[in-house]
T-cell receptor, first 115, second 114 residues
Framework: GAGVSQTPSNKVTEKGKYVELRCDPISGHTALYWYRQSLGQGPEFLIYFQGTGAADDSGLPNDRFFAVRPEGSVSTLKIQRTERGDSAVYLC?????????????FGPGTRLLVL | KNQVEQSPQSLIILEGKNCTLQ??????????LRWYKQDTGRGPVSLTI?????NTKSNGRYTATLDADTKQSSLHITASQLSDSASYICVVSVASGGYNKLIFGAGTRLAVHP
């Protein structure tokens, strides 16, 4: 079956604009995670969904960042009033459950560049 | 503060040679340790997962070790191939809130040359 997909693959925007990044998890996976990866660094946790609810959003850097998963499948990460420091690769991952040894499967990421 | 540190930052080896990548962590409460491979422009792909009771785990030419007492792990790659060129990321899972909260290292960037 298909893996995790993310769209768009690349996004260039201007400072102050609003952007939406989409994640399609593996079908049937209840757990979904968003991460942000800066150049030369490992991914950093942003938010975790179990089903439709955000079970842990402690990694969101500020209130400009928001994510939804209204039907427990596709998720959208929304960034308001973008800043140059938001430029990074935004990765989405999903797992069939959230149990401790469950493998998280990552998408290819969305490369966001804020000019 | 939960941290995962990796060394070296980058490594160049010749095709066919072996190499070992290192990982030190200060993460609590520890759940498990994973090694991921990330090709340029792609998402990370899981190689191994080890709990604190496991000392070693292999996946083909990749062998991971874990010393939970010293909080160190290594990833050994045998008979390297050009396709092994990638970043290798050590990831520690925190047992918190009933789910896998992953703490990532910065990765070791491996280049295998012919």
């Amino acid at each position: 079956g298909a893996g995790v997909s993310q769209t768009p693959s690349n996004k260039v925007t201007e400072k102050g604009k609003y952007v939406e990044l989409r994640c399609d998890p593996i079908s049937g996976h209840t757990a979904l995670y968003w991460y942000r990866q800066s150049l030369g660094q490992g991914p950093e946790f942003l938010i975790y969904f179990q089903g439709t609810g955000a079970a842990d959003d402690s990694g969101l850097p500020n209130d400009r960042f928001f994510a939804v998963r209204p039907e427990g499948s596709v998720s959208t990460l929304k960034i308001q009033r973008t800043e140059r420091g938001d430029s990074a690769v935004y990765l989405c991952a999903s797992s069939s459950t959230a149990e401790y040894q469950e493998t998280q499967y990552f998408g290819p990421g969305t490369r966001l560049l804020v000019l | 503060k939960n941290q995962v540190e990796q060394s070296p930052q980058s490594l160049i080896i010749l095709e066919g040679k072996n190499c070992t990548l290192q990982c030190n962590y200060t993460v609590s409460p520890f759940s498990n340790l994973r090694w991921y491979k990330q090709d340029t422009g792609r998402g990370p792909v899981s190689l191994t997962i080890m709990t604190f009771s496991e000392n070693t785990k292999s996946n083909g030419r990749y062998t991971a070790t874990l010393d939970a007492d010293t909080k160190q792990s290594s990833l050994h790659i045998t008979a390297s191939q050009l396709s092994d060129s990638a970043s290798y990321i050590c990831v520690v899972s925190v047992a918190s809130g009933g789910y896998n909260k992953l703490i990532f290292g910065a990765g070791t960037r491996l280049a295998v040359h012919p």
